[in-house]
């Protein structure tokens, strides 16, 4: 089973840039099939996806953040990013890395992203 460790959150003013890391353990090999997405949810709120890349590596991403956030993915290091940049109040949330490899998903433990204005 993919495990998924997720690093890079802290608090940063609003216009700043972080990048989030999530880092996989397992093969290569596995990673290297796994789709791989970020979600966020902020207080009081349900979880929603943020942005997603495909292991040939076509990138999605919610309309609230195109053009500000950038996913990506280095399968030498089974690891994804999510650069973020531009960020207001409302990118405020805990967000989590997961992975779809066929029928199985995984979720990282989260990692809190705050913005002050």
């Known amino acids: 089973q993919v495990q998924l460790v997720e690093s890079g959150g802290g608090l940063v003013q609003a216009g700043g840039s972080l990048r989030l890391s999530c880092a996989a353990s397992?093969?290569?090999?596995?990673?290297?099939?796994?789709?791989m997405a970020w979600y966020r949810q902020a207080p009081g709120k349900q979880r929603r996806f943020v942005a997603q890349?495909?292991?040939?590596?076509?990138?999605h991403y919610v309309d609230s953040v195109r053009g500000r956030f950038t996913i990506s993915r280095d399968n030498a290091k089974n690891t994804v990013y999510l650069q973020m940049n531009s960020l207001n109040a409302e990118d405020t949330a805990v967000y989590y890395c997961?992975?779809?490899?066929?029928?199985?998903?995984?979720w990282g433990q989260g990692t809190q992203v705050t913005v002050s204005s």
């Open positions: 997961y992975a779809a490899i066929g029928d199985r998903t995984q």
């Open positions: 890349i495909t292991s040939g590596g076509s990138t």
């Open positions: 397992g093969t290569a090999s596995v990673f290297n099939i796994a789709t």
